[in-house]
């Protein structure tokens, strides 16, 4: 029995995934090519705050403001874990 809602992935596994499952951070996939591996994990749709407040420490006027405004994601997308290493590039 598969339970789907509104927040999952359209399909999981995805067909390029070789190992996957659920942790305490959520759905994960993992991509191989070769001997390099890539973790994606899975990014709900959602609401959330861009930018920095106007009371945020550390910033610095030469980089202008960054006015924080409200953003909201419809769809939810997969996300690697990590940058891409030099082995996955090589691979």
Request: avoid cysteine; hydrophobic fraction near 40%.
């Amino acid at each position: 029995m598969h339970y789907r809602n509104h927040l999952s992935p359209p399909q999981f596994p995805a067909s390029w995934a070789v190992d996957w499952g659920e942790d305490s951070y959520g759905l994960w996939m993992s991509f191989a090519l070769k001997q390099s591996r890539q973790l994606f994990r899975w990014i709900k749709p959602g609401t959330f705050l861009m930018g920095a407040a106007n009371d945020e420490k550390g910033q610095r006027s030469w980089l202008g403001r960054e006015t924080q405004h409200k953003v909201t994601l419809s769809q939810g997308f997969w996300l690697a874990d990590t940058t891409l290493t030099q082995q996955m590039w090589h691979a």
